[in-house]
């Protein structure tokens, strides 16, 4: 396991970003922005507070829901991205299916205060299970871009899922086909 770290001080709500990989749709991005908004809490006053963090979103930077999360995240003030990679980048990259999404992926990878690539446990699919725990384990609340059907492979969002109300953290679920469909469990008023 290797940790890069670039500034930030890990302050903040932690929020894990997990969901389907072709999750990328303007609607989409506008329910992840209502729910960033309200877990979050109202904007950062930067003269106040030039170097508060509110939030940290905590990614595997995957294609889709992964990466629609920590965009909208960094477009919010005091929110800053922390990667959790299954894979080094170089062999991660393999999964993804355009040259634009290597770049996009670097692209985020170079904006995120940290960086931590996970030991790999064997398989690609329980490098990927291996990862999508870290995220839970990491995180204050989790935001899924989900169908809320069965997985598809294993360390698939449904099993993100499950291991989340497993370990009983507080859980935002975006409908991936009905954004306007949000399922909020065990949230209280310090998770919104």
Known sequence: MTETRRGGDGGGIRVAAVGHRDSADDGLAAAVRRVLATILGPDVDAQDVPHAVRGIIISSLAEGADRLLAR?????PGVELHAVLPLPPADYCLDFATEASRVEFDTLLARAASVEVLAAPGSRNAAYANAGRKLVDRCDIVVAIWDGKPARGAGGTADVVAYA?????????IHSEDPARVVRERLDAETR
Request: contains cysteine.
């Open 72 to 76: 909208e995240g960094l477009a919010l």
């Open 165 to 173: 109300r497993e370990r009983g953290r507080p859980l935002c679920w």
